[in-house]
């Protein structure tokens, strides 16, 4: 890429910043406890750097030199910060440097750093068709690991500055029929959902339910179709059909903890009703006796506050 010249071998870097005076690393005192043992390449590299920076110097070179500390350590955000402050000086290709970014995402998936730069070069360039661009870069990275927090957090932020949603349903819908337990998908729909379609509570809990009951302990679904049903009482009702589905004796008791803690949820939503909160208890008592023993101190406790609030409300009537 033009905006970033081949790796310079260690002969060459001294030749190209031999009129620059190398700043060492700070240190916290004579004696330091555990210095850190920094490659000699790389503390060279880090010494021109600290260099430029203090210069305020903005070329070629000082491009070159950020392009070889981030195949070093590509978390570097004030190496990350320099180098984009020297392409918009030289006017480099952003598109250019998109490339570099996406190979170098492409060993660090997981590097805030990176995701960052292509979000400012990005909302910099403006344009429209590289958003959707973007938007096939982050979907061949989710091929490969679809949990990639980093990943959809920009993918979030490229859809709403371009607005480009189309194909967003789609999307999560392949992701969570490969894979129900993506709660990344789950939250990324979610949002898509809100955006696109906030009419679609009922449509929502089918979904989810439809992969809940069958995967009944994968908590994922069914508090996706928890919240659409707290809001709307068509979907509560389709909500509390699934959960009924599963909660009988013939189920196994650890089957049966997830649409147990959604009745809960959804009985103590109604809270001017003694008798919904009873009943909320009810279920909380289920979870910590059989259901979900492992956090039976929870259950016992949540189910102790439902009874103190029902009285309440009670003793008032």
Not at 228 to 245: I, Q, R, V, Y
């Amino acid at each position: 890429s033009p905006a970033l010249p081949p790796l310079m071998m260690s002969a060459l870097l001294e030749a190209t910043f031999s009129d620059v005076e190398a700043v060492p690393a700070p240190t916290i005192g004579p004696r330091e406890v555990v210095p850190i043992n920094y490659p000699e390449e790389y503390a060279r590299l880090m010494g021109y750097f600290r260099a430029v920076m203090a210069s305020g110097e903005l070329s070629q070179r000082v491009l070159a030199l950020t392009g070889e500390i981030v195949e070093y350590n590509a978390a570097h955000y004030s190496v990350w910060a320099l180098r984009r402050k020297c392409l918009y000086a030289l006017e480099e290709s952003l598109r250019e440097e998109l490339g570099f970014a996406e190979d170098v995402a492409a060993a660090n998936p997981k590097n805030y750093q990176i995701w960052y730069h292509r979000r400012v070069l990005l909302e910099k360039m403006d344009d429209k068709a590289d958003g959707r661009n973007e938007l096939e870069f982050i979907t061949r990275m989710l091929a490969s690991d679809a949990k990639n927090y980093h990943a959809w957090s920009h993918r979030l932020a490229v859809l709403e500055h371009f607005d480009c949603w189309d194909g967003e349903l789609e999307l999560t819908e392949k992701l969570l029929e490969a894979d129900a337990w993506n709660n990344s998908a789950w939250n990324h729909r979610h949002t898509v959902v809100r955006r696109l379609a906030p009419d679609g509570a009922v449509r929502e809990v089918e979904f989810a339910t439809e992969k809940a009951l069958k995967a009944p302990r994968n908590e994922s679904p069914w508090v996706y179709a928890l919240s659409f049903a707290k809001s709307s009482p068509p979907a509560a009702a389709a909500l509390t059909e699934a959960c009924d589905l599963l909660l009988h004796p013939g189920i196994e008791a650890a089957d049966r903890a997830c649409p147990r803690m959604i009745r809960l949820e959804l009985f103590a939503c109604d809270v001017d009703s003694s008798e919904s909160l009873e009943l909320a208890a009810e279920c909380a008592d289920k979870l910590a006796e059989e259901e979900d023993p492992f956090r039976r101190l929870y259950w016992a406790r949540r189910a102790d506050t439902l009874r103190t609030a029902a009285d309440q409300l009670a003793s008032a009537s």
